[in-house]
């Protein structure tokens, strides 16, 4: 079997990570970071994604997207309240989100997307050989259509998506890996965007997820965001200034905001600086302050953790370990309450960012067969339903079941001569189909017509080991397959999906000129930067020769610069820096003549 | 062949051990559960993965000795059954005179609003109602050796599983208004779901 990979499709970072001789290793970039800030940039020239993407967010708001994961499987109606949080715009759309970027508009798939092809291109060049198959990981609270929409995602990037793993059960596979926990664990994975606790046993290599609940939006961006409108309204009081509306301070405010809070797991106290057109923001945050602000959103996760709990028949002293994963268990108040509940001090061994990523590995590995002892028993996290008369849901299969599972159900027609049926399947906890979530709408069709009550037809409904539901259905007088179209409330239907696979294939390669672009400009500036300062400070250590010299080949680079030949652009980068060789060298010299000098006078005075 | 019980090679009895019952379920994981059978042809793929969806569902229901004994009945009678039954349960004869005032202390919470007193006075019977239900669930299970030995042996069986059949309705019965009550308390939120669609 080929290489499978294992990926974490963060809200805030992805990485990827693969088995070497039965250890989980992360495989990192160039510059030897692991974590990927999930972070997609669309700019004239092309896509960036990642660290550069990142350092256009306050410079390009509008195109430079990030966070997008707590928009996969979802509509336009369920983000409504979110929209004055973005600075990019969506389009008011039925079914799935898509958020507008310049002219066109691009769906969260497609953006996720970018983000899996770049680890696939970083896994690729780490292995030396192309790269199909992967396990991606998502919350484990993420319904159908969000565990669909991350599917869909990862085949646009042209990767045959084995398995989707949830994250705590991920997470505890790498520390099972390693027989850190063992017994009745829980694991509380509180990252960016989500928040999931699952219950687990694991016993004799079988991790058996006994229940999982948990917030698909819920998590350190949301610290931000109060952190944020707090900030927002000081500012108004002490400068009188409302930055609101402005997409390029809130962007300025909310990265400040972040940085604050994470030096706030560290420290009592921190200096918040941003300079704002006109002023200098200074505000003092202290731990305290932040805890209050915070507080309530750390309350809100402890609810699920009680439920898992309750569904899983067990008290809090039950528990045997608690697992923490996620940027934001770093948060000392998110340990404490943690503590509290379980009365236990929880572990964090494994690399809170990187823990999710080596368990999709495990899994990774399980695939292909590479580890036979360890077997992983999840469940579906949300009950499934269909809709009835009235409106009211009828429990097909019950929340935490353990998946893979399915359910039968007859049904016939009330019409004489009715030839299709249609049913409706939602998801979630509520007694009425108008508060849960709708994932589709099957249409049965091609029953023979009958009179009303005649046709017997069977639907299995089937949850698969990725918590994904497949649906199949058979007339059972005429042994007929009946033929199910399916429309998904708020997914891209396989249709779109298909053109948005053909569409990436087309536009990889230029996607991939353009990003090596971008780079080879981003680098030619780097050391034009260097030399213009090297200019000012030490153009008098050269002959006007090599000044010369090095003032022609500053001046080709720069007429080519903005023009798209990469490689001229690189050879006359690698040009200006031997133009520059010389002057560099007198520079060395003169400093260390100078380091030299100084010390002699050290020395001098020393022996004085 | 749908059999639970065949699925574990068990004979159909209510009594079992449930480490031994884990240590089956696990056994037969590692046979069948898709992970297994990843490079698989698609035929013997799509057999693992209902295989193991059987194997689950069969776990599901007779690790739970209540959900046993109503799985067992609905072989008995024949039926095909699925985990949620939608109609509301009726009301068993014996249970008629304490419900009734349940219902009268929801009715006037649901009119003149949640007091401390209705409150506290709801609280009380839901407690009641909890005991009972429990109470319920361990007659149930107590008789299960009985059943066992029926089958093999002489008794009355048309009246044991009448028996069962009543004391499953009233439990049924119990727990919608233990929801309802627990609704009106406004704790419905964290207990999220209604039992009743279980
Ligand atoms: N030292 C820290 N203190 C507080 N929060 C932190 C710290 N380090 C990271 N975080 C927060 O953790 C979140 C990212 O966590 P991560 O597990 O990478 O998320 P995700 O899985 O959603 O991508 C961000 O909200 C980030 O601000
Ligand atoms: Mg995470």
């Not at chain 1, 290489?3 to 160039?30: F, H, M, Q, W």
């Not at chain 1, 691009?106 to 192309?130: C, D, N, W």
């Not at chain 1, 017509?449 to 649906?471: C, E, H, R, S, Y």
């Not at chain 2, 007091?115 to 299970?141: F, G, K, N, T």
Request: aromatic content about 4%; charged content about 30%.
């Amino acid at each position: 079997m080929s290489r499978i990979v294992g990926i974490d499709l963060g809200t805030t970072n992805s990485l990827v990570a693969y088995i070497e001789g039965g250890v989980p290793k992360v495989i990192r970039d160039v510059e030897g970071r692991a974590l990927l800030p999930s972070i997609v940039g669309y700019t004239p020239d092309g896509i960036l994604v990642g660290e550069p993407a990142r350092r256009q967010l306050v410079r390009n708001p509008a195109r430079t997207i990030y966070s997008v994961k707590r928009f996969m499987g979802r509509g336009y109606d369920d983000i409504k309240d979110e929209l004055c949080h973005c600075p990019f715009e969506f389009l008011a759309s039925a079914d799935v989100v898509r958020i507008k970027v310049g002219d066109s508009a691009v769906t969260p798939p497609e953006v996720s997307a970018h983000v899996l092809r770049a680890l696939k291109q970083r896994a690729e060049a780490f292995f030396g050989e192309p790269l199909e198959q992967a396990v991606i990981t998502v919350p484990a609270y993420f319904n159908d259509s969000q565990r669909q929409a991350t599917k869909d995602a990862g085949r646009i990037a042209g990767l045959d998506v084995l398995r989707i793993v949830n994250e705590p059960t991920a997470a505890s596979l790498a520390y099972g890996l390693q027989k850190l926990a063992q017994g009745t664990i829980a694991v509380y994975d509180l990252g960016g965007g989500t928040f999931d606790i699952s219950i687990l046993s694991v016993k004799d290599g079988v991790f058996e997820v006994l229940a999982t609940n948990g917030n698909t939006h819920l998590g350190g961006d949301d610290f931000d965001r109060v952190l944020v409108e707090w900030l927002l309204a000081d500012i108004r009081e002490t400068h009188g200034v409302d930055l609101s509306q402005d997409p390029e301070a809130r962007q300025e405010l909310r990265l400040g905001a972040e940085a604050a809070k994470c030096r706030l797991s560290f420290e009592d106290r921190t200096l918040l600086t941003i300079p704002f057109e006109g002023f200098t923001y200074h505000r003092e945050l202290t731990r305290a302050e932040v805890e209050k602000l915070i507080g309530p959103l750390v309350e809100a996760t402890l609810g699920p953790c009680r439920m898992a709990l309750k569904d899983a028949g067990l008290t809090p002293d039950r528990i045997d370990e608690v697992v923490l994963v996620g940027g934001s268990t770093r948060v000392p108040l998110v340990r404490r309450r943690v503590q509290e509940l379980f009365g236990k001090v929880p572990h964090s061994q494994l690399n809170p960012d990187e823990v999710v990523a080596m368990g999709a590995a495990v899994q990774a590995q399980i695939l292909a067969g590479g580890i036979t002892d360890m077997l992983l028993l999840d469940v579906t996290p949300l009950s499934l339903g269909i809709e009835t008369l009235g409106g009211v849901v009828s429990v097909l299969i019950a929340r935490n079941t353990t998946i893979p599972t399915m359910a039968k159900e007859f049904f016939t027609t009330s019409v004489d001569g009715q030839t299709a049926v249609d049913l409706h399947v939602l998801q979630g906890e509520r007694e009425l189909a108008r508060d849960n979530r709708s994932l589709a709408r099957f249409d049965l069709s091609g029953i023979d017509p009958m009179p009303a009550g005649m046709p017997k037809i069977k639907v299995t409904f089937l949850i698969d080991a990725n918590g994904i539901l497949q649906v199949h259905a058979r007339e059972i007088r005429t042994g007929k397959e009946a033929s199910i179209e399916v429309r998904p409330t708020y997914g891209l239907t396989e249709d779109e999906v298909a053109r948005m696979v053909e569409e990436s294939f087309a536009h990889a390669e230029e996607d991939v000129n353009a990003r090596l672009l971008i780079e080879t400009r981003t680098e030619a500036d780097t050391v034009m930067t260097h030399v213009d300062r090297a200019l000012a400070q030490g153009a008098r250590l050269v002959s006007p020769g090599d000044l010369g010299q090095i003032q022609q080949a500053l001046q080709a680079l720069r007429e080519v610069r903005d023009g798209r030949d990469r490689d001229a652009i690189r050879e006359r980068t690698i040009e200006l820096n031997k133009a520059t060789e010389r002057l560099a060298e007198a520079m060395m010299d003169a400093a260390l003549k100078g380091a030299l000098a100084s010390r002699r006078a050290d020395q001098i005075l020393e022996s004085k | 062949m749908n059999d639970y019980f065949a699925v574990f090679g068990l004979p159909r009895k209510l009594q079992l051990d449930p480490e031994e019952l884990r240590r089956r379920f696990y056994e037969l994981s590692r046979v069948h559960h898709p992970d297994f059978h990843q490079g698989a042809s698609e035929e013997d793929q799509a057999e693992a993965l209902s295989a193991s969806a059987l194997l689950n569902r069969a776990y599901r229901v007779l690790r739970d000795p209540v959900s046993r004994v109503e799985y067992l009945i609905a072989l008995e009678d024949g039926r095909e059954t699925r985990e949620g039954a939608d109609a509301r349960p009726r009301a068993p004869v014996d249970l008629l005179e304490e419900i009734m005032e349940v219902q009268e202390a929801l009715q006037e919470a649901k009119a003149g609003g949640l007091d401390e007193v209705s409150r506290q006075r709801l609280s009380e019977e839901r407690q009641r109602l909890m005991a009972r239900q429990l109470a319920e669930e361990e007659a149930i299970a107590a008789r299960a050796a009985e059943w066992d030995a029926v089958v093999v042996g002489p008794g009355d069986r048309t009246a044991l599983l009448e028996w069962f059949k009543q004391r499953l309705a009233a439990r049924a019965y119990l727990r919608t208004v233990i929801d309802d009550v627990s609704d009106a308390l406004g704790q419905g939120e964290e207990r999220h779901v209604s039992h009743r669609r279980h």
